[in-house]
């Protein structure tokens, strides 16, 4: 299914829908994609777990095909909306950053009149993540790290520490989220974030992929 804009409200209940989002169209007029998923339930809030901001971070994508095969919408109170790949551009081309260069997790919540990578994030807020009321980022370590499975949350924040706690991470890192970030920008509008932070970057670690689904469930 192609949407335009995720208006949930209208898709039917206890279903599952994959498809494309329109985010914004590039010089030659053609629109730049993501993939969501979303499994509707019954009435109740609505989750959205997010991946591949850096387009390099892999661990999260299969991470959430995962827990799609799983979801059961019969059973399921509320909507979980999936994004895989957040960075299209970037995931393409197997890069960290986007088409221009600029790091998406430092300019969030970006602006509709700026660069490409400033538009696009501005994008993303506006189609994708303030659609949530809850939200999970899935990340991995950058470059010459070596990651754990850990989150990083305002644990000052109630609703965002429930959350924290629920991923049984090996380690919490507390701060409110920097500047820039997917998850300070959520934070802004009043979304409990979190990231949950899944090993290495350019790989596909299953053992560490199992343990953040354990958490996400």
């Given at each position: 299914m192609l949407f335009n804009e995720?208006?949930?409200?209208?898709?039917?209940?206890?279903?599952?829908?994959?498809g494309q989002l329109n985010i914004l169209k590039n010089a030659l007029g053609e629109y730049w994609q993501v993939p969501v998923m979303i499994a509707k339930g019954k009435p109740g809030k609505i989750l959205g777990i997010t991946a591949a901001l850096h387009g390099n971070e892999l661990n999260g994508i299969f991470a959430i095909?995962?827990?799609?095969?799983?979801?059961d919408v019969k059973q399921l109170t509320g909507t979980v909306v999936c994004v895989p790949?957040?960075?299209?551009?970037?995931?393409?081309?197997?890069?960290?950053?986007?088409?221009?260069g600029k790091d998406l997790n430092r300019i969030m919540p970006g602006t509709p009149n700026g660069t490409s990578s400033e538009v696009y994030a501005h994008a993303l807020m506006t189609k994708v993540i303030s659609k949530f009321q809850y939200a999970i980022d899935l990340h991995t370590a950058s470059f010459g790290r070596v990651n754990s499975l850990y989150v990083r949350?305002?644990?000052?924040?109630?609703?965002?520490?429930?959350?924290?706690?629920?991923q049984h991470p090996q380690i919490i890192v507390h701060n409110k989220g920097r500047d820039g970030s997917l998850r300070g920008a959520a934070m802004k509008l009043g979304i409990p974030a979190i990231t949950v932070e899944v090993?290495?970057?350019?790989?596909?670690?299953?053992?560490?992929?199992?343990?953040?689904?354990v958490g996400i469930h």
């Open positions: 995720l208006n949930l409200q209208d898709l039917p209940a206890q279903k599952k829908i994959t095909q995962h827990l799609w095969q799983h979801l790949v957040l960075n299209v551009l970037g995931f393409l081309n197997g890069v960290r950053e986007f088409s221009d949350a305002d644990m000052n924040n109630e609703q965002a520490a429930i959350i924290a706690k629920l090993g290495d970057p350019q790989r596909f670690q299953s053992k560490m992929i199992k343990e953040s689904l």
